[in-house]
């Protein structure tokens, strides 16, 4: 079934973490999987890149106490990596033993840096960009957010997903958001089942592009980015996947300074917006946008193959 | 009872009275339920286990820090201490509320509910200040509902009787599998409205979307705006004079009447290429008689 959900803020920061986490909450029992966040923020440094990775999944945890031993090479693999391709680190934070957060400066080719850090199977990117942390991880949105500190997010705006697994594994690589690799501050979270998935996945292999998981939703992620390096603005990106992409889907796709949504041609999967002068707010169902706005508000449905685009 | 005493009635068999009552017409295919018309059975409204409430009895519940469950616990134990007006503060978009309510009783949500509000009711009065969410009303047997403000999709699914009004607009597939009673929009409604309906009349005011009518067996579909596309098996049909005077009495009874009128409405039928049922129930007939 999934959740997902989305809030933007016009022209001003607001607890977005904390928001998001609400929202997330009330959703829960449309996915209990696990919980997933792309929030953003203005970055005050604006040469400074945040990326963050995750060097393990449930199933390393079957090597026992040697997945200890394996996370620490993997995370060593991934600075040797870094310092080659001549990033410099500006700090560097683990919310938890296999998931961290860097900052770092970059002034090369930072896709041949992203690809070269995932030649190694067990390391994943989860982000990469100036204002997009992107943060995912099993268990409901109280736990991820208390885990990985996210219910005071200072931010402009935010996606976020409640995973019930249906066609791929309970991990950390089939939740979402997904990254759309290796393009900066994009992300996509999905409530939906794609029918002609394997069709368009090898489309896009055979594009370029690579999959990190058997995950349906992360083709809407490769997809976007597909069409935003070609140049194709998100709204019109939103538009022909409402054609070019079979099933049924309702999804959210977050730039650094914009929020779209697209639902498809039989308006099979719900969503709920709210829209207002200084805030825009959408989710699966209406109760996860009361657990943010309790007051009396106008809400509706988007009809079939509606797209939207918001501007932070 | 068209001339026909009670005392010839019992003297005749089942086949003969039901006749004798007008009530056969036509041939019945057997695919409909049959149910004997009684005539030493005065007329049942209620449930026998229907609470005795008394509308004037009113009381209000903070239902904020309350799940669904306890919502519609409580409900049940307000009306058997003979509350007959209960309003529901702060639903905050909670599902199911309201549900299976089985008799008479006034239930005023003041705010907004979630999915599958109201749904499976038979009898009561609601009127929802706020909007509501996926299948409002779904299998709703009798009674009204109203709601101020938009409501999601499947608004209305296979209603089999009442009223149910919404003021704003609704989302896709309104009124599926509907089997009966009547759904009115003040607004738009999206794609695949009134899709295998079966009988029945939906009334909208506004736009309609794509595949409008789609696969229907039978029932009206009246719009007054724009069909962006007709489904399967819908056709247009004649705003008749007896049309006119349901839809100006139906929407002026709910103050969704037009300033325009009702000459502007399109009328979609069954064009019966698809489907051709021919399984009107005999409680309906009754209704007719």
């Not at chain 1, 005050?44 to 449930?58: C, F, G, Q, S, T």
């Not at chain 1, 030649?119 to 990985?148: C, F, H, P």
């Not at chain 2, 009898?123 to 009798?142: H, L, Q, Y």
């Not at chain 2, 089999?160 to 003021?167: A, E, F, I, P, Y």
Request: hydrophobic fraction near 35%.
């Amino acid at each position: 079934m999934c959740g997902i959900a989305g809030i933007i803020h016009r022209g001003k920061s607001s607890n977005v973490g904390g928001e998001m986490t609400a929202m997330l909450q009330a959703l829960k029992h449309r996915g209990p999987d696990s919980t997933g966040y792309a929030v953003y923020a203005t970055s005050k440094n604006p040469e400074d890149y945040i990326m963050r990775i995750k060097v393990a999944e449930a199933e390393d945890r079957a090597v026992g106490h040697g997945v200890h031993k394996l996370i620490a090479e993997r995370i060593a693999r991934v600075d040797a990596i870094l310092k080659e391709h001549g990033a410099k680190v500006k700090s560097k934070e683990a919310a938890r033993e296999y998931a961290l957060r860097y900052v770092l400066t970059h002034d090369g080719d930072t896709a041949a840096m992203a690809t070269h850090i995932e030649e190694d199977k067990g390391t994943e990117i989860l982000s990469m960009g100036n204002g997009l942390e992107l943060i995912k991880d099993l268990g409901d949105a109280s736990d991820v957010a208390g885990a990985y500190g996210l219910n005071d997010f200072q931010g402009t705006h935010g996606i976020g997903h409640t995973r019930m697994a249906t066609e791929s594994d309970v991990d950390i690589k089939s939740a979402h958001p997904y990254w759309a690799f290796p393009y900066n501050d994009i992300s996509v979270v999905h409530n939906g089942q794609i029918t002609n998935y394997w069709l368009m996945r090898r489309q896009m292999e055979k594009k370029g592009h690579r999959f990190q998981s058997n995950c349906d939703s992360e083709l809407l992620a490769v997809y976007t980015a597909h069409n935003l390096s070609n140049g194709v603005s998100l709204e019109e990106s939103l538009r022909r996947s409402i054609s070019e992409i079979d099933g049924v889907f309702t999804y959210l796709v977050a730039t650094k300074d914009q929020l779209g949504m697209a639902k498809d041609t039989m308006a099979a999967k719900p969503l709920v917006l709210y829209e207002s002068d200084d805030l825009i707010a959408m989710a699966s169902e209406e109760v996860a946008i009361r657990a943010i706005l309790p007051q009396e508000i106008d809400t509706y449905d988007p009809y079939d193959e509606e797209v939207r685009v918001w501007q932070a | 009872m068209a001339g026909v005493s009670d005392a010839e009635l019992k003297k005749m068999t089942q086949e003969e009275r039901v006749t004798a009552l007008g009530m056969r017409t036509e041939q019945l295919t057997g695919k409909s339920l049959y149910i004997e018309f009684d005539p030493d059975a005065t007329e049942r409204f209620t449930y026998p286990w229907a609470p005795d409430v008394d509308f004037n009895k009113r009381i209000e519940v903070d239902t904020d820090n309350m799940t669904s469950t306890e919502v519609n616990a409580k409900i049940r134990g307000l009306m058997n201490e003979g509350y007959g007006t209960i309003v529901l503060k702060n639903p905050r978009g909670k599902h199911s509320i309201g549900v299976g309510i089985l008799s008479r009783l006034n239930l005023i949500i003041e705010g907004s509910t979630g999915y599958f509000g109201v749904g499976l009711i038979d009898g009561p009065n609601v009127r929802i200040t706020g909007r509501v969410g996926w299948s409002c009303g779904e299998n709703m047997m009798s009674g009204t509902i109203v709601v101020e403000k938009n409501a999601g999709s499947t608004f209305g699914a296979a209603i089999r009787g009442g009223d149910l009004v919404c003021r704003g607009s609704v989302g896709s597939r309104t009124g599926i599998d509907m089997k009966g009673g009547t759904i009115l929009v003040g607004g738009n409604t999206g794609a695949l409205s009134g899709f295998m309906m079966q009988r029945g009349r939906m009334v909208v005011c506004g736009n309609a979307g794509k595949n409008l009518g789609d696969s229907m067996y039978d029932g009206t579909i009246y719009i007054g705006g724009t069909i962006q596309s007709l489904g399967v098996d819908a056709v247009k049909a004649e705003l008749t004079d007896f049309d006119k005077k349901w839809l100006t009495r139906k929407l002026t009874q709910h103050g969704l009447m037009p300033e325009k009128g009702v000459d502007h409405f399109t009328k979609i039928v069954a064009g019966k290429q698809l489907w051709n049922y021919d399984n009107l129930e005999p409680t309906e007939k009754k209704i007719i008689l």
